[in-house]
C-alpha cells in the first residue's frame, strides 16, 4: 500500500521557517519523482516544488525560489522541504505527491498518481 505522510506544519510568524517533512512507503522510492504542492482557501493547488528522487534534479516555482530548499534522503524514503522567509501569501495547505519518472517536469497536479493527507502552514503577518 503506497503511503505518503506529511509532517511539519505548524503556526509561525511572517519571516520564519519551517521544515516540511514527506515520509514515503509502499513504493520503489528512487524510481519516483516527489512534489510538494500546495492549496490555499478558494484557490487551485498548485506545484512548489519537486524532486528526482533518481538524480536529484529540482523544481522550484517561481514565488519559492530563493526561500525554499527541497531535498530527499534515499535511505530513509523521505523528502525534506525548508521553507524560510514565510509570508502571509504562503499560507496553504501543503501537499506531499508521488509519481514514477525521472523528469521533474510536468508539474501538474494531474500527473500525480500518489497523495498525502496535507499539512496546514499558517504565516501570521
Known amino acids: 500500500e503506497v503511503q505518503l505522510v506529511e509532517s511539519g506544519g505548524g503556526l509561525v510568524q511572517a519571516g520564519g521557517s519551517l521544515r516540511l517533512s514527506c515520509a514515503a512507503s509502499?513504493?520503489?522510492?528512487?524510481?519516483?519523482?516527489i512534489g510538494w504542492f500546495r492549496q490555499a482557501p478558494g484557490k487551485e493547488r498548485e506545484v512548489v516544488s519537486s524532486?528526482?528522487?533518481?538524480?536529484?534534479?529540482?523544481y522550484y516555482a517561481e514565488f519559492v525560489k530563493g526561500r525554499f530548499t527541497i531535498s530527499s534522503d534515499n535511505a530513509k524514503n523521505t523528502v525534506h522541504l525548508q521553507m524560510n522567509s514565510l509570508k502571509p501569501e504562503d499560507t496553504a495547505v501543503y501537499y506531499c505527491a508521488a509519481r514514477r519518472g525521472i523528469m521533474v517536469v510536468p508539474t501538474s497536479p494531474t500527473c500525480y498518481n500518489y497523495w498525502g493527507q496535507g499539512t496546514q502552514v499558517t504565516v501570521s503577518s
Open positions: 524532486i528526482s528522487s533518481t538524480d536529484g534534479s529540482t
Open positions: 509502499g513504493f520503489t522510492f528512487d524510481e519516483y519523482v
